[in-house]
Structures are given as C-alpha cells and as structure tokens.
C-alpha cells in the first residue's frame, strides 16, 4: 500500500510569489491534514479537510489555503510569498474516524 | 487547548531501555494521548496512543498515570534507529494535533 505521497519534495520561490503544494493520501483515507514546521515554531497545525469540507483550521492568515478533491487528493496554496513562508509542508492521512494520522515526506519550500 | 509538557533532550544507551516522561495536568477525559516520533530528514510517525490503561505494540509501551495527567513512552530496547524526537500529543478523534517541541532522544553506541 502506498504511504502519502507529496509533491513537490523540494521548491524555491521569489517573495510576492504564489505556490501550490499536492498532497496524495494512503488510498481510503478520506482525511488530510496540513502541517507547518520551522526550527523556530516547530510543527504547526494549517488545516483539515474531510469530504472535500474544511473541517479545522489552525491560526494561519488568510494567504494559506487549500482545498481537497473527490478524489481526497489535497492542495495547499500561498500566496504573496514572504520570507518566513520558509519551512517544511507536512501532510497527514487518516482514514474517517481514525485517530492514527500518516505523515509524508513533506515539501521543502524555500522563499528567496 | 490541553498542553504537553516534555524535557528537550534525553540520552540513552543502545540496548537500554528510555523512559520517555509527559506531563498533561490538563487533559479532559476524552482527550487520547498520542506519541509520534520523528526521524531526521521524515515526517512524523505514529508511535502509540492510550485513553486510560496501558498500552503496548510492537514499538513501545504506554503508561499512563492513574489520574491521567501523565504519562510515560517505553522503548523497551533503544537502538541506533530510534534516534529522533518524540511528541507527546493530546487528541479527541480529530486531525487537529498541536504538537509540542518534543524530546530529542539521542542513542549512543
């Protein structure tokens, strides 16, 4: 069975800019969760989606979004890219109702 | 939000066994308490959780203090491999997990 696939693994950006991260959940999780991790915050929580719903959301301003598909497969957006967009996306599966989340790899953004 | 408390670091020897300490004095009865660890260079992995008794699987051992508010994660046998930090984190059935900074767990040959 395929872990949670994220893609892009690596990307750099200009400030200003805009960047969209995919996210391919374990098949049958219908749950996807995003993460921000950086040295000085350490892992936060983005937001959750379920059926294609937004279900939580963390304390992000309003250039984080995302949404998810039919399909559970997920984006991630930001937009006007700052310097301290800087960090490791991590998203999470679960299957409905379960409590036991898997992680990618991440996607490493770096904003220049 | 019901908060974790964990000392930055710990040391071990391979082959010994870690006690991994948690502290949640403010844990509601249905919070479960989850361990993920994390790998360098990873994302997090799922370790164990537990509502109330003990709980063991192939990777550690939970025990949880009688009144909940702590808790303690038991490599049995620490290897090289277990080198990571560990969250302990609280959770009520959602995706929602606010991850604390963790214990760095080193393991020396």
């Known amino acids: 069975k395929a872990g949670v696939t994220q893609t892009p693994r690596y990307l750099i950006k200009t400030r200003g800019q805009q960047v969209t991260l995919s996210c391919s959940p374990i098949?049958?999780?219908?749950?996807v969760s995003w993460y921000q991790q950086t040295p000085g915050q350490g892992l936060q929580f983005l937001f959750e989606?379920?059926?294609?719903?937004?279900?939580n959301k963390g304390n992000f301003p309003g250039r984080f979004s995302g949404r998810q598909f039919s399909n559970s497969r997920s984006e991630m957006n930001v937009s006007t890219l700052e310097l301290g967009d800087s960090a490791l996306y991590l998203c999470?599966?679960?299957?409905?109702?379960?409590?036991?989340?898997?992680f990618g790899q991440g996607t490493r953004l770096t904003v220049v | 939000d019901a908060k974790t408390t964990q000392p930055n670091s710990m040391e071990s020897n391979e082959e010994e066994p870690v006690h991994l300490p948690c502290n949640h004095s403010?844990?509601?009865?249905?919070?479960?308490i989850h361990w993920y660890r994390q790998l360098p260079s990873q994302g997090p992995e799922y370790v164990i959780h537990?509502?109330?008794s003990n709980v063991n699987n192939r990777m550690a051992s939970l025990a949880i203090a009688e009144d909940r508010k702590s808790s303690t994660l038991i490599l049995h046998r620490a290897t090289l491999r277990d080198a990571a930090v560990y969250y302990c984190i609280l959770r009520y059935n959602n995706n929602d997990m606010r991850f604390g900074a963790g214990t760095r767990l080193t393991v020396k040959p």
């Open positions: 999470a599966s679960s299957l409905a109702g379960d409590i036991k989340a898997f």
């Open positions: 989606y379920f059926s294609e719903t937004q279900r």
């Open positions: 098949s049958g999780h219908r749950s």
């Open positions: 537990g509502l109330t």
């Open positions: 403010t844990i509601s009865g249905t919070d479960y």
